[in-house]
């Protein structure tokens, strides 16, 4: 009998600790409880309670956070896409049965604890007295209810490979829930903890079926947060949910502000009209850091930044033209160039903070000359013209492009470069109806499976990760094995051996691990940045605060 796992993944950064400290400080020491105890009775009280109320005072009462976002949300269903944009907001909505803490280390959370029972068997326990926002009691019904639907080939969610696994959900009674999978399969409860996993009302999903009810746009979760309004492409407005399980939120709301420039964006928090202002280049990272009243968060990320080749089509279904693009690519300008000293190159497809990472294998090296005579042998001695595409609000991936632009000249590519909304580029990448492309993804699990299977395994064509339509027998035979075998050594053996592969077929063009920044106001306590780009707005108080977002 196994208990459940802690995998710690990677950094967190945290605004203010002071409060955190003072909480340590405060703490008796052993045999120190009772000690002027009666003193402080007596002498200290009048003071206490004059501390008390400037501390009320300091801290504003509940109060509007504003984030200055670059994109908006696709979906608020945790069963529909799968892109940063939308987890920011779903991630406050909807809770799961397990989460990670600060530490990035998995802990129950709708669960009250968990076990695996036997190699195919996971027991969760569920917490009582949890409600969903439309007043519905949570139990293990709405677990199997949820689980069900996104595992339905007739649904068909693009984050159904997550939780493929599962064989049966079944409710042991109102709560306690066993899922069995159809072989071991380790990393069940790092799924468990992705945005996938949010756990909704079996009502609301009835609803949804019956077409009574939109999940797209009326979410229904038990989160710290309810959805007030979705004004789309404008703004994302949360309120504070009274009722909730984890305990009180200060915050009255959240506004999610859609502002596409990143100099409006910057320009809104050093003006008080944004608490955060998320998505900043490393360009502009001194800018913050000498803005009076601001705090600078970078944060080492999941994240995989990389250019994608449709496989599917000439000339990128040649894997020696693939590898010519690769070879004629030279990171090193582009992370010094645009980078600026934040992040790292990456060799390969996995994120170096990944469980199943190897340092081992053999990067696909810079050499133009190399790259030239692969072009000549694949019978592009004149080259060809090509497109990429980028999404038309990222700032660092144009900058990349036009220097990818100027390298691939060299061995004779013309690519233009097309900028495309983010929802219509996810919608041509889906499709295959591109030929390069400029993207990113980062593995919120921390463990291979979840890079590699959706990105690279042929039943992950399209939409649930696999956009360049990569196809290789010995890679899904060795991502199948990653996923039924329990060792972890056996595991990180087989994922090497993949990512070898993947390397010497030069699928992608793998780019760097960029790091994830934001401005934050000082205003904010209790901010957590987690390195899947996330935002815990849980324990966030508005201390001195001085932000009007009704300014922008």
């Not at 360009?283 to 803005?291: A, G, I, K």
């Not at 020696?320 to 600026?340: F, H, P, S």
């Not at 005579?373 to 991936?397: C, I, K, P, R, W």
């Not at 053996?493 to 000082?522: C, K, M």
Request: glycine share 8%.
């Amino acid at each position: 009998m196994k208990k459940f796992k802690n995998r710690v993944i990677g950094g967190v950064l945290v605004f203010s600790l002071s409060g955190v400290l003072a909480a340590c400080a405060d703490e008796p020491q052993e045999g120190e409880e009772d000690a002027g105890a009666d003193d402080a009775e007596e002498n200290g009280a009048e003071e206490d309670e004059d501390e008390d109320e400037e501390g009320d005072e300091a801290t504003s009462e509940g109060g509007d956070m504003v984030l200055a976002m670059g994109s908006d949300a696709v979906d608020l269903d945790p069963h529909g896409s799968n892109d940063t944009s939308s987890t920011h907001i779903r991630s406050n909505l909807y809770d799961k049965l397990v989460d990670y803490d600060e530490n990035m280390e998995l802990e129950p959370d709708l669960a009250e604890d968990y076990e695996q029972i036997d190699d195919n068997t996971w027991e969760f326990n569920l917490k009582e007295d949890v409600t969903f926002h439309d007043g519905e009691p949570f139990d293990a019904d709405d677990v199997v209810a949820t689980l069900e639907r996104v595992i339905d080939p007739d649904f068909a969610s693009e984050k159904a490979f997550l939780y493929e696994m599962i064989e049966e959900i079944e409710a042991v009674d109102e709560h306690t829930v066993q899922i069995t999978t159809e072989y071991p399969f380790a990393p069940l409860d790092a799924h468990l903890a992705h945005d996938g996993g949010g756990m909704m009302s079996a009502a609301a999903i009835e609803e949804d079926e019956n077409d009574e009810r939109n999940l797209d746009t009326e979410p229904v979760g038990t989160g710290p947060f309810e959805l007030e309004n979705w004004d789309q492409g404008n703004e994302v407005v949360l309120t504070r949910n009274d009722d909730y399980h984890g305990g009180e939120i200060a915050l009255d709301s959240a506004t999610y502000t859609v502002v596409d420039e990143q100099l409006t964006r910057i320009g809104m928090l050093e003006n008080n009209e944004a608490h955060v202002a998320d998505d900043i280049e490393p360009s502009q990272m001194d800018q913050l850091e000498e803005m009076e009243g601001v705090d600078v968060s970078s944060v080492e990320s999941l994240r995989l930044d990389y250019v994608g080749m449709n496989n599917e089509e000439e000339p990128f279904d040649d894997p020696d033209v693939r590898r010519a693009i690769n070879m004629a690519v030279d990171k090193e300008t582009i992370i010094e160039g645009v980078y600026e000293g934040y992040g790292e190159e990456a060799i390969g497809a996995l994120n170096p903070l990944v469980f199943g990472y190897s340092e081992d294998i053999e990067p696909v090296d810079y050499d133009v000359d190399e790259a030239e005579s692969l072009m000549d042998d694949a019978g592009y001695e004149d080259g060809f013209e090509t497109t990429l595409l980028v999404e038309d609000v990222d700032q660092v991936n144009l900058q990349i492009a036009e220097i990818l632009q100027q390298q691939l000249a060299e061995i004779g590519v013309d690519m233009s470069i097309e900028q495309q909304e983010w929802g219509a580029l996810l919608d041509a990448t889906a499709e295959g109806s591109y030929e390069m492309v400029m993207l990113g993804w980062t593995t919120v699990t921390g463990d291979a499976d979840y890079a590699m299977y959706p990105l690279f395994h042929s039943d992950s064509h399209g939409a649930p990760g696999n956009r360049t339509f990569y196809d290789n027998e010995e890679v899904d035979e060795l991502l199948d094995a990653g996923r039924e075998t329990a060792d972890d050594d056996e595991r990180i053996e087989i994922y090497s051996e993949a990512q070898q592969i993947i390397n010497d077929e030069a699928t992608v063009v793998p780019l760097v691990h960029d790091d994830f920044r934001a401005g934050v106001h000082e205003s904010v306590e209790g901010f957590i940045h987690y390195p899947d780009a996330q935002f815990d707005l849980r324990d966030v108080e508005l201390v001195d605060d001085e932000v009007d977002g009704g300014g922008y």
